[in-house]
């Protein structure tokens, strides 16, 4: 699977049908909307910095489940290799944005919830 385009992830966007409301008032375009729409961008940065040849490398890694090459973000992190690369492209990130790209508690969720299985899996004899 490519890795996905900051324009390809903004249309992905765009496909979807959410309810949204801000300050109270229901929302039809969502992507567009001036409120939103610097968070959009800022996480479009993080698929920008995938393809950038002078980062790529550092903002993807193999995937040790499929083979394929992948955004960091979408990455377990399985060494302090990938713990000290996660740092340095959080810190290019934030020097691009000056802001938060949205990505960052959505690979530390993912991160404490494959130990949490792991520790059920290993309590119970689950695979």
Do not use: W
Not at 24 to 29: A, F, K, S, T
Not at 73 to 85: A, E, G
Not at 111 to 122: F, H, K, P, R
């Amino acid at each position: 699977m490519a890795l996905k385009t900051a324009s390809e992830y903004i249309e992905s966007l765009r496909q979807l049908k959410p309810v949204v409301y801000i300050l109270g008032e229901r929302v039809e375009n969502f992507v567009d909307h001036p409120m939103l729409r610097p968070h959009i961008n800022s996480v479009a940065a993080t698929y920008e910095l995938a393809l950038d040849p002078e980062y790529g490398e550092l903002a993807t890694t193999i995937s040790p489940l499929t083979g394929d090459r992948i955004n960091r973000f979408s990455h377990l992190l399985t060494s302090t290799d990938d713990l000290m690369k996660k740092a340095k492209i959080n810190r290019i990130l934030g020097q691009r944005t000056g802001t938060c790209f949205m990505r960052c508690t959505g690979l530390d969720m993912n991160n404490a919830l494959s130990i949490t299985a792991y520790d059920v899996d290993q309590k119970y004899g689950a695979d």
